[in-house]
């Protein structure tokens, strides 16, 4: 009995910190799940005879999940590069990213990932800090970024990416100073 309190206890922290429903921060941290699916803007540069880059932005909405099933919790920017072998496919990709709440409270975090270009990027996603009653959040977890479907177009001599996917977080763990 006492652990479904606590499992409890540390999902509605959870929901309460990435969306202002609760309003002192928990000093236990609390692991959750999270999904985004986005959309991504950018151009693409080849950079060597084997390799292009990708720099741009992708956003969308997030979700969270405790282990009831995802809660709309706002949306997440980030901006980053992907770089990939154009005759392997391999690829590695970096971003940094702003992570707005329904109430407006922001996070930052950070990413790098590895994988292979049209199937994934897999890696670590760090919670930095914050604003608002996020800050000096702190934290991480794996990440997971695919993308469903790109296309391609020429714009001013650069080429241009639009793409749309999801990504995952999976066993995020998020802990707040204790406040007073």
Known sequence: MRSARKTAALALATIGLMTGGIGSAAAEPVTFDAVSMWEANGTVVQSASDR?????????????????????????????????AISTGEQVG?????????????AFGRFECSGLRLVGCSGIFEITGGEGRLEGAKGSGKIVVRRAETSFKVQNGSLREEAFGVAFWKDMTLEMPEKN
Not at 53 to 73: L, N, Q, R, W
Not at 97 to 103: E, F, S
């Open 52 to 84: 292009n880059v990708f720099a741009g932005e992708v956003s969308g909405p997030y979700a969270i999940d405790t282990g009831k099933g995802p809660v709309p919790a706002g949306r997440i920017i980030c901006v980053g590069t992907v770089a990939a």
């Open 94 to 106: 970096k971003g940094e990213c702003q992570i707005v709440a329904m109430d407006g409270a922001i």
